[in-house]
């Protein structure tokens, strides 16, 4: 295979050709998924930026249709930026989205419709003068960043409500918004929130959560049974922050819980290559979907070389975790319909240093569930307080140096004679109240190519141990990308990994074991996966 080919991913969306971003404005109208999301026509670097467009009945398998939004008015002549839909009762789906003005890259909020309601595709988009843009930037607010504008809900004081992402100086903020007609709108006096040294607040989101339940809830819903999670993605680190809070809708103003931190130190939707991420309510299936955008690990000249880069993560369904303190994401049920050949591995005894290959699948195109247990904690190395930035720990650490509880895990698209692999595994320390469980991605040997970026990707897991001694790992693997969820969905990392060797039929999986502690693979299930359906 080519080697502009041989990266290129076999179920994760991706367009033919060319760069892509942001995930745009997703949204099931009529009985179709509609994905739309920032993409260059011309090349395979950012710019041109129009909204491409691809509809689904399944989340997994795609039709592009042509570009939604593309550069047509004065208002977004140099660039149609990102932004979110609404389907508003009674009309249909709208679209908001960030117009670019200038080459000073001065941004404003536009409004775009279907031309006609009645073509089930919803393949043209218009946007009327009438109305656009909705949004400059008031006196006070800074026009080169003010973008992303949310889906909207709808408040029982009868007005529609939205979030515009900014920063004044360096402090973070999302700018609320009011109208009565979802044309004309006005400030409010205070934004929804804001933090001081985090930067640009690029693409927010907020919506709301059931308290007890893993059911998903339309945007405008509120009362008692509902938290909500407010995300914003910092452009200073490339990584989407949330936290669980209050939404005080008289007021409108957003209060995290004092479980979850805001900005850098905080909650994050996945530990990995996972950014400018969108959610949305499924009617069909009474769940909330979040879409992230994965860049590309290797350099720019690579990309050229490919001809594409970017793609966008595997939908998660999303909601809050039992503990209410943070959420938990798994894929889309519709991904199992990929599944095809399954092997089994059942109560593998792993002793320290043995690693053993998993066969009889396409390791580099796979599904992987498995479940370790350990039957003590004793041997659990000593945890360092100052250890508090886990990708740190992980680098540190790796899956090389043996340790006491773990490391033990996958080794992923590996090569036979390990020369390459990405290990993603756990390591469990004895920290001062109780255990503390670190889930990690390294790339760090993926690629025998040097000159990219191999970061040690890691987050810390919030599970009890004391009672249970096991810990659940699911990894989808996919040439270029592991994407994992660590114990049901409650710590996620996606990696983007260019291996050299490991490529096609010649790439492998194995599990493995480098702690003294002796670790069992109670259960493992690994599937080949069949290519989505992307056109
Ligand atoms: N990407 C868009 C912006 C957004 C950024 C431009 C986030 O609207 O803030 O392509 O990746």
């Known amino acids: 295979i080519s080697v502009s080919r041989q990266h290129r991913t076999a179920y994760h969306f991706q367009p033919p050709k060319n760069w892509i971003n942001d995930p745009n404005g997703p949204m099931y109208y009529n009985g179709i998924y509609h994905l739309f999301y920032q993409y260059n026509p011309k090349g395979s670097v950012w710019g041109n930026i129009v909204w491409a467009h691809s509809i689904s009945k399944d989340l997994i398998n795609w039709r592009t249709l042509e570009p939604a939004l593309y550069p047509s008015k004065p208002f977004d002549k140099f660039g149609c930026w990102s932004g979110s839909a609404t389907i508003v009762p009674g009309k249909g789906p709208?679209?908001?989205y960030t117009g670019v003005v200038d080459d000073k890259q001065t941004q404003v909020q536009c409004y775009a419709v279907p031309e006609d309601l009645n073509d089930p595709l919803l393949r043209k988009w218009v946007k009327p003068d009438k109305f656009n843009p909705i949004l400059v930037a008031n006196k006070g607010v800074n026009g080169s960043a003010f973008r992303d504008p949310t889906t909207a809900w709808w408040s029982k004081d009868g007005h529609w409500k939205i979030l515009v992402g900014s920063r004044r100086k360096r402090r973070g903020i999302a700018y609320l918004y009011r109208s009565k007609d979802f044309m004309t709108w006005v400030q409010a006096k205070h934004p929804i929130h804001s933090k001081g040294e985090t930067g640009m607040w690029e693409c927010p989101d907020f919506y709301p959560v059931l308290v007890n339940g893993n059911q998903g809830l339309e945007t405008s819903e509120g009362g008692n049974h509902?938290?909500?999670?407010?995300?914003?993605?910092?452009?200073?680190?490339r990584f989407d922050y949330y936290t669980v809070g209050t939404y005080f809708e008289d007021k409108d103003r957003y209060v995290p819980d004092n479980t979850s931190v805001d900005g850098w130190g905080g909650l994050r939707y996945d530990y990995?290559?996972?950014y400018a991420s969108k959610s949305f309510f499924d009617p069909s299936k009474n769940r909330r979907i979040l879409w992230?955008?994965?860049?590309?690990?290797?350099t720019k000249e690579d990309d050229v070389r490919k001809g594409w880069a970017g793609i966008q993560a595997i939908p998660r369904t999303v909601w809050l975790d039992s503990t209410g303190r943070q959420l938990v994401q798994?894929?889309?049920e519709e991904l199992n319909n990929l599944r095809g050949k399954e092997v089994n591995m059942n109560s593998q005894k792993l002793q320290k240093g043995d690693y053993v290959e998993v066969k009889g699948i396409t390791a580099a195109q796979a599904d992987v569930e498995v479940t370790f247990s350990f039957a003590s904690l004793d041997k659990a190395e000593t945890y360092d307080p100052k250890w508090v930035n886990a990708q740190d720990l992980c680098a540190q650490k790796g899956s090389k140096l043996q340790g006491g509880v773990g490391p033990f895990g996958l080794l992923t698209l590996a090569s036979q004679n390990l020369e390459e692999f990405t290990p993603v595994f756990f390591r469990i320390f004895k920290g001062p109240v109780k255990h503390v469980v670190l889930l990690c991605s390294d790339a760090t040997s993926s690629s025998l190519k040097s000159n990219m970026y191999k970061p040690?990707?890691?987050g810390f897991v919030d599970v009890d141990l004391a009672t249970n001694k096991k810990l659940s790992l699911r990894s989808l693997i996919d040439h270029s990308v592991v994407e994992s969820f660590g114990e049901g969905g409650k710590t996620n990392i996606l990696s983007r990994v260019y291996p050299q060797l490991a490529v096609a039929n010649q790439g492998h999986l194995f599990v493995f074991n480098n702690g003294t502690e002796p670790i069992s693979v109670e259960n493992l299930k690994a599937w080949s996966m069949k290519p989505a359906d992307i056109k």
């Open 94 to 96: 709208v679209i908001l």
């Open 226 to 237: 509902v938290k909500h999670v407010f995300k914003n993605s910092l452009d200073m680190t």
């Open 272 to 274: 990995g290559n996972f």
């Open 292 to 298: 992230g955008w994965a860049n590309e690990s290797d």
């Open 330 to 332: 798994w894929p889309v």
């Open 456 to 458: 040690s990707f890691a």
